[in-house]
């Protein structure tokens, strides 16, 4: 099975507007975390947000806020007030805690911001 | 600061040689793991070291191998190229080892192109 899921192969926002990027994951760890990662042309990964297995409230990172579900599975990026730098590839991620030497990754999801 | 460093940024190799490349992490980050990018996909776990020692192995053939050195920078090494081996090849540098929160920073990759 796979350990994330990212259904949405590519996605299109209009400037200013918010947009979400759906991820779900799979794990029978109680002790987990899970990333969104940004990934421009240039390949490099930049870390956008974190959310802790245990954390009670949803993680924030300025225009970045994660809604985390966890009966559900899901961790959903929200981008709001979209740039067109956000134009890019975004990967959710997990790590799982005993086994953290690893990250498990989407398949992506492309996002362009239209202007 | 500098960030994570790879070279070379971009390499053309023929099938069945052999490719070596380099990766030079954050200062002060002892753990320095190597993930394979194939286009189109997430990218997916190869090796990860920690003081200078193995502590993780993803589902890669012995063909891949990888060693740290004592000033923490790393090399990974492949064997026999196949076609199959063209990839984006990212590392990511950790001060940790094993938890589950701490995200690791990446490098921009090299693209290895087998022909």
């Known amino acids: 099975a796979q350990k994330i899921t990212q259904t949405q192969p590519g996605m299109f926002v209009q400037e200013k507007e918010a947009v979400t990027l759906d991820c779900t994951y799979d794990t029978s760890d109680p002790s987990y975390g899970l990333f969104w990662y940004k990934q421009p042309s240039s390949g490099e990964m930049i870390f956008l947000i974190y959310q802790g297995s245990y954390d009670q409230q949803n993680a924030t990172e300025g225009r970045y806020s994660l809604n985390f579900q966890k009966a559900r599975k899901s961790a959903n990026l929200v981008i709001s007030a979209s740039q067109l730098g956000d134009s890019a590839m975004y990967f959710c991620?997990?790590?799982?805690?005993?086994?953290?030497?690893?990250?498990?990754f989407g398949t992506g999801t492309s996002l362009t911001v239209i202007p | 600061d500098a960030g994570v460093t790879q070279s070379p940024t971009h390499l053309i190799k023929t099938r069945g040689q052999h490719v070596t490349l380099r990766c030079s992490p954050i200062?002060?980050?002892?753990?320095v793991s190597w993930y394979q990018q194939v286009l189109g996909q997430g990218p997916q776990f190869i090796f990860q070291y920690y003081e200078k020692e193995e502590r993780g192995r993803g589902n890669f053939p012995d063909r891949f191998s990888a060693r740290q050195f004592p000033n923490y920078s790393s090399e990974l090494n492949v064997n026999a190229l196949l076609l199959g081996d063209s990839a984006l090849y990212l590392c990511a540098s950790s001060t940790s080892r094993n938890s589950a929160y701490d995200g690791y920073t990446f490098g921009s990759g090299t693209r290895l192109t087998v022909v």
């Open positions: 200062s002060g980050h002892k753990s």
């Open positions: 991620a997990m790590r799982e805690f005993n086994t953290g030497n690893q990250f498990y």
